[in-house]
């Protein structure tokens, strides 16, 4: 399984940006889907998930702000990200799920939000 996060970058707050994980090289690309980050000196944290059949769910910090979609058909995943925090500041990873838990990664791209 090959992830391919991009739409990363700099913006400050109040603004968007949408990131997207393509996803190519398995029958894994059409299970559960979900979106991490990091930010510096913290652990890793789930964001969003999104199911084969595009339900969803998301981690408290981000409801309201931020929405996870997915094109099937493209095996790619979005992370729609509106009203970006400074705290938002982090590098996102995208994984499949299996049994809802990670189980291949995307290479990371990294957002910073400016106040």
């Known amino acids: 399984v090959q992830l391919q996060a991009s739409g990363g970058g700099l913006v400050q707050a109040g603004r968007s940006l949408r990131l997207s994980c393509a996803c190519s090289?398995?029958?894994?690309?059409?299970?559960?889907r979900a979106w991490y980050r990091q930010a510096p000196g913290k652990q890793r944290e789930l964001v969003a998930t999104i199911t084969r059949g595009r339900n969803t769910n998301y981690a408290d910090s981000v409801k309201g702000r931020f929405t996870i979609s997915r094109d099937n058909a493209k095996h790619t995943v979005y992370l729609q990200m509106n009203s970006l925090k400074p705290e938002d500041t982090a590098v996102y990873y995208c994984a499949t799920l299996q049994d809802n838990d990670p189980d291949y990664w995307g290479q990371g791209t990294l957002v910073t939000v400016s106040s």
């Open positions: 090289g398995s029958i894994f690309c059409i299970n559960a």
